[in-house]
């Protein structure tokens, strides 16, 4: 029998919770019976919403907290006054291993801040990147940062290189995997001065297959499977590509209906456009996992559905049967001892 992933669940974090949250912990046990989730949040509001549902009862498990941290609250302050918020109690699972996880579409500067306090950075971790799975022509690449450390050094994108690799190669299975570095060209001298001190540092690195920059309109072609850069470029790329994603496929579905005869041809294609099609849906690829902290603390959208927490939560199964923190800790490690 596979060994349980216990994962901690903020049932009352997003713009559609509670009911998503729920519906999604509920879907993910039916596929995963390795896994178990503690809903925290109000008490009495989650078992309302559960008795909706037939599921396993040992699966899941409800666990009260009295405060939730608003959106618009300052990241800090939450983090230090609402002790008994579903991010804080939920993050302190993770630190106590009580939980693997910690799974929240909530406050995105109380779950980086959390993280980072609570849970805390694996020794030798400069700064813990975001990491967001995107879709491109050959199947996904990995963006980080794509929205925790704006003003990153050098040292930082290295590191996220490393531990992007490790991801890809462990988790999606991309053996040996590119990685590239945000850029205005492909040419080494161009760049702003981030990027020019970072790239021979990248070079050097004999634990990465670093391929060289990589242009925004090469990233939708899958030119490379791992994309470093800091968390204001990140985060641009990644909500200019829901956006740019959303009013395609609007267009393409407006466009199918348009006419009588679109519409016929809509019927005869609908099976390989839906497929094609759920490539572009970002609840398919799940959360974004905040990587080199102690334990795992995975972001999703705040406008997550029950299909991209059920997609986390499993998500979060794998992280744990490939043991990815470890292998963090062990290549932070090395080139720690390394540098000695």
């Known amino acids: 029998m596979s060994e349980v992933t216990n994962i901690a669940l903020d049932a009352m974090g997003g713009d559609n919770a509670p009911a998503e949250m729920i519906?999604?912990?509920?879907?993910?046990?039916e596929k995963e019976p390795a896994m178990k989730v503690f809903l925290i949040g109000r008490e009495e509001v989650i078992e309302r919403e559960l008795a909706r549902y037939e599921y396993n009862k040992s699966q899941i498990e409800v666990?009260?907290?009295?405060?939730?941290?608003?959106?618009?609250?300052?990241?800090?302050?939450?983090?230090?006054?609402?002790?008994d918020s579903s991010i804080v109690i939920g993050m302190k699972m993770v630190r106590e291993?009580?939980?693997?996880?910690?799974?929240?579409?909530?406050?995105?500067?109380?779950?980086?801040v959390g993280g980072q306090v609570l849970v805390g950075r694996i020794k030798g971790v400069e700064r813990p990147p975001l990491a967001s799975l995107i879709p491109t022509k050959k199947g996904v690449s990995l963006l980080l940062d794509c929205g925790a450390n704006v003003d990153a050094r050098a040292s930082h994108l290295v590191q996220f290189a490393k531990m992007g690799s490790i991801y890809m190669e462990h988790v999606l299975g991309v053996k040996k995997p590119k990685v590239g570095i945000v850029n205005i060209g492909a040419e080494e001298e161009k760049g702003n001065a981030l990027v020019k001190e970072t790239f021979p540092l990248l070079k050097e690195q004999g634990d990465i297959h670093?391929?060289?920059?990589?242009?925004?309109?090469?990233?939708?072609?899958?030119?490379?499977?791992?994309?470093?850069c800091e968390a204001f470029s990140g985060n641009i790329i990644l909500k200019l590509y829901e956006g740019v994603g959303a009013v395609l496929i609007s267009k393409v579905k407006e466009g199918l209906m348009s006419t009588l005869r679109s519409k016929i041809g809509a019927v005869l294609i609908k099976p390989a456009l839906k497929e094609t099609l759920k490539a572009f849906d970002a609840s398919e690829y799940g959360g974004a996992p905040l990587l080199g902290l102690n334990g795992l603390v995975v972001k999703t959208h705040?406008?997550?559905?029950?299909?991209?927490?059920?997609?986390t939560l499993i998500q979060c199964v794998t992280f744990k049967k490939q043991k990815i923190n470890e292998k963090i800790k062990e290549c932070?490690?090395?080139?720690?001892a390394s540098a000695e």
């Open 302 to 311: 705040g406008s997550a559905k029950a299909k991209e927490v059920s997609n």
């Open 97 to 112: 291993g009580k939980a693997d996880a910690f799974v929240s579409a909530g406050s995105s500067g109380a779950i980086l």
């Open 63 to 83: 666990i009260h907290a009295s405060e939730v941290i608003e959106t618009a609250e300052p990241p800090v302050n939450a983090i230090r006054k609402k002790k």
């Open 23 to 29: 519906k999604g912990a509920v879907d993910a046990i």
């Open 210 to 228: 670093f391929t060289g920059s990589v242009e925004a309109r090469e990233i939708p072609h899958g030119q490379t499977d791992v994309i470093v």
């Open 332 to 336: 932070i490690q090395s080139d720690a």
